[in-house]
Every structure is written in C-alpha cells, then in structure tokens.
RNA sequence: UCCGGAAUAGCUCAGCGGUAGAGCGGGUGGCUGUUAACCACUAGGUCGGGGGUUCGAAUCCCUCUUCCGGAGCCA
C-alpha cells in the first residue's frame, strides 16, 4: 500500500492508499461519517460507512475531533455527488492524537483572536491559500531576477547606519562598538556588489519601527531589492514592469485554486498584465488636482491619492520625476530640472499602492557629497558609500519590492497582516 | 503620535435603568450522502479594571487598560 498526497489522489483511482493529515471537519449522520480531511497539499472529503469498515473502526472513526491528526487508509473513488471531484472511501483510522477543544470554530472570529492564534489559524483554508501564494510570488520574482543576468547578495541585516530616515530605526547594544540597527532597506549594500558582479539583488527581512498603524504596515516584512550598473532610470522602470508581470503571469498560472478560495477577481489580475502607465510626480499632481484632490506640487502622494490615482486605470502606473526635498538624498538629480530627482514609484491598481520604490542612483561624488551634507548625514558612517563614486562610479540604478505589498495585491486581501506568517505590528508581537 | 469606534459565555454578537440571552463551539443521544449538515437535551457568566450617580447599573457619568478602524510616514 501506498503512502499518497491528497494532490495525487486521481492517479490511484480503485487503489487502496494512505492518507496521512488532520481533520479539518467532521460532520455525521448516523451510519454515515464525512471527514474533511487536508495534508497540507490539499484538502478532501472521506467517508467513512459503518457497514463497510465494520463496527470497531467506525467507532474509532467517530472519536476523531475538528484538527485532531490522524492517518487514513482507503481506497480513493469519484465524488458520488460532485463532478470532477474526488472522496476516500476509508477502510481504517488511526488515531495519532485527538485534539480537544480545538479554538478556532468554524463560525467567525474576530480579528484580535485569530491574530493571537496566529499559530493555529494558519491552518485555515484561507490562510493556507495567502501562504501558497506568497512562496509564488517569492519563487517569481527570484526566478524573473535569476533569468535576467541578477546574482543574489545578502544584505547584512544589522548595519552601523540608517538607510533611510534615523527616526525609524530599531535600535540594539552591538557589544563594545556602540549602537548597531536593524536593516529599513539593503539597497546601500548591494550598490557595493554591482561593482562585484554587475546585477545584484537581495531578498530579506527589513525593520522600521514606524509608528504606523494602517492595514499596509508591517514592522518587519520582507523586501526584495535589486540594483544594476549601467542601468538608466527608464530601463530601470522597464525591468521592474517586467518583472511585475511576470510574477502576475505566475501566479494566474500556478494559482488558480488559491485565487478562487480567496475569491480574487482574477480578471483584474489579468488585465493588470498590459504596458504599465507612466506619469511623472507633475503631472500627477495635475490630474489629483483636477479630481479635487488638494496636493500640492512638492507634496508626497497620500493616501487617498494613490487611490484616485489609478482609478478608472486597469494597469499599475508609474510617478517618475520628484521633487528632490520629498526623495531620500541618494537619488540622481534630472538633467533637465535640478529640482526634481530621477526616482520612481510604482502604484498597484485597485486600491492597493505602492509596492515598488526606486531610482537612479547619484553616481557623482559631489553631488552626492554637497547632498548629504544638505541633510546634515554623518559622512564618516557612509565613507564606504562614498567611496563607490571614487572608484570607477558608473551610471546605476535599482528597486525595492515590499513583499507583502506584493502579495495583498496578488490575492485582493483586506489587510497585509494575512500575507506574511508572524505579522509583527506596532501593538502585537506575539506569537 | 493624532482622530474615531469597541470591550457581555471558549468564539461571534444581541440586550442599552428593573430576575443575564441567542447562534456556533463543548458534552449526551438520534439520523445511510452530509456540505459552516441537521434534530433533541445539557453544562457554561465577578457583563474589561477602578470610581461615581441611582431605591436599583451590563445599561448613565468619570478614569485606566486592551483591541479595532483611519491619518501622517513608508514598501
């Protein structure tokens, strides 16, 4: 007899296998026993008949709980009332474990219980689905960067000094060597392996201690940041749209099942895999403008404005060219208007904002230099950085993905919470 | 940090000045095709903490705590 996943269960139609998983339901009626039974590849009803595996296994049937662990032998057949689906017609149970009182019933939950069950509820359908998605989306983009001529180099995750702004750092005692922090963004880093290895990119855990408390705001989430030299600002735009929709593509194609359990509007996702839009930081604010939006020209979008932006677009839409006091100072001024900087965001239609951030990169070391003296940085800590436009500096430019930005938008979930497995936020971090 | 909202059974909620309720979950029993199965019975509560008003407070007021939603900031 074999040992199967319930993926596999059409290939041993008439065969008797084993089954080996949790209960996720049990429903009875009289002789009749119904197990919804899943083993983490998939999910299927088994029927267990007292008439037909005898008294003694049905009545160890009939002990099993809602997500008690339990092996199943049986022989797999045609669902008697769904077409295309397929049941398990069991000949035996055995028990491992019978979970009792089980916490997570299958009525509704508020959003404060299941956060603090976290560790349970990633059973659910729904969230086994999010997780199933997010190792799509993960693979990829991965997979996209490591066919286009991308190496993978670690960022260090804790670093002597602030990416972005010194007000949203994780602060720890780094032995003797004073204060050491947790990584906002890799991208400093990988500027140093383009020099290395041409085009370079990273994937990892980043840490602001942002006192944001909105449905898009993780503490700690995962980003994607890739960097390449000789890249300009517009090639740099075309590879990021690329690379969007090829992960669009991948996961239309590999989850179909995910998207239906999530009830995701897939014709959406669909219609979002078309040339992506480009407008620059002005004429953006031009069109707000014109929709009633109050936004000034050297003003950040907010966001009702990401949401009005692409409204009425099927496709995301880039914002290029912004006034450089609302830019981090490593961004390349534009050639053509020294106020504005050569950076780019990308916003996800639908509602869902931002997911991707970048820019060309301030290859002169000047400019560079008068730039972060303008921002009062401490120029020692970055003498490492400075030094790339010392030694062979060329053109470059690079991206970071939010993840879990990625990924709700992927899957048309409510809040970002659900998209990674441990959500740390600002009032929870347990479990 | 600021602005709103909420806290009652294990869970989701109703009750909004006069004897603490329902559904789900738990337990017991019934049912040969169930789909959050169903039916019957049953156990289960310092109404978030503290203070006040009142003959009487889950209910009105004050305060603290916790959570939720949103803003700013960001990916």
Redesign the pocket.
């Known amino acids: 007899m074999q040992d199967i996943f319930v993926k596999d269960i059409a290939q041993y139609l008439g065969q008797e296998v084993r089954l080996k998983g949790w209960v996720r339901?049990?429903?009875?009626?009289?002789?009749?026993l119904?197990i919804?039974f899943r083993d983490g590849s998939a999910e299927i009803?088994a029927?267990a008949?007292?008439?037909e595996m005898g008294e003694q296994a049905f009545e160890e049937a009939k002990r099993l709980?809602?997500e008690s662990s339990v092996i199943l032998t049986g022989v797999p057949?045609k669902?008697?009332?769904?077409t295309g689906e397929y049941?398990l017609?069991v000949s035996s149970v055995q028990v491992l474990q019978i979970a009792?009182?089980?916490?997570?019933?299958?009525?509704?939950?508020?959003?404060?219980?299941?956060?603090s069950h976290r560790h349970l509820w990633l059973r659910s359908t729904k969230q086994w689905a999010l997780l199933r998605i997010r190792h799509t989306v993960y693979y990829a983009i991965c997979e996209y960067l490591n066919d286009h001529g991308f190496f993978r180099f670690d960022s260090p995750i804790l670093t002597p000094n602030a990416c972005?702004?010194t007000?949203?750092l994780f602060e720890l005692e780094y032995f003797d060597e004073g204060k050491a922090y947790l990584s906002?963004?890799g991208q400093l880093y990988l500027e140093t392996g383009i020099m290395s290895l041409g085009r370079v990119y990273d994937f990892g855990p980043?840490f602001?201690a942002?006192?944001?408390?909105?449905?898009?705001?993780?503490?700690e989430?995962w980003?994607m940041d890739a960097e390449a030299a000789y890249v300009e600002h517009t090639e740099n735009m075309d590879i990021q749209e690329n690379l969007i929709r090829h992960v669009i593509r991948t996961v239309l194609a590999k989850c179909d099942k995910e998207l239906d359990i999530l009830e995701r509007d897939k014709s959406a996702l669909q219609a979002a895999d078309a040339p992506f839009k480009r407008m620059t930081h002005y004429e953006a604010v031009e069109h707000l403008r014109s929709k009633g939006s109050e936004i000034g020209h050297n003003?950040?979008?907010?966001?009702?404005?990401?949401t009005l932006i692409t409204e009425g677009s099927q496709v995301p839409i880039f914002i290029e060219k912004w006034p450089k006091q609302?830019?981090?100072f490593y961004m390349k001024r534009d050639p053509d208007d020294d106020n504005l900087v050569l950076g780019s965001?990308?916003i996800a239609p639908e509602g869902f904002?931002?997911?991707?951030?970048g820019s060309q990169r301030e290859d002169d070391y000047d400019q560079l230099l008068s730039r972060m003296q303008a921002e009062n940085m401490d120029l020692e800590a970055y003498q490492w950085f400075l030094d790339l436009r010392k030694y062979g500096s060329v053109p470059h430019s690079g991206f970071?993905?939010?993840?879990?930005?990625l990924i709700t938008w992927m899957s048309g979930v409510?809040?970002?919470?659900e998209t990674i497995p441990f959500p740390r936020?600002?009032?929870?971090i347990y479990p």
Request: proline fraction near 3%; glycine fraction near 8%; charge should be positive.
């Open positions: 339901n049990i429903r009875s009626s009289g002789k009749l119904f919804i009803q029927v008949f007292k008439p709980t809602l057949q669902h008697q009332k769904k049941e017609s009792e009182n089980y916490p997570i019933s299958k009525k509704e939950h508020g959003p404060d219980f299941l956060l972005e702004g007000t949203t906002q963004s980043v602001r942002e006192r944001s408390k909105t449905r898009k705001h993780l503490t989430f980003m003003d950040d979008l907010g966001a009702a404005d990401e609302i830019k981090a965001d990308l904002g931002e997911i991707i951030g970071g993905i939010g993840l879990e930005r409510h809040h970002i919470r936020m600002i009032y929870r």
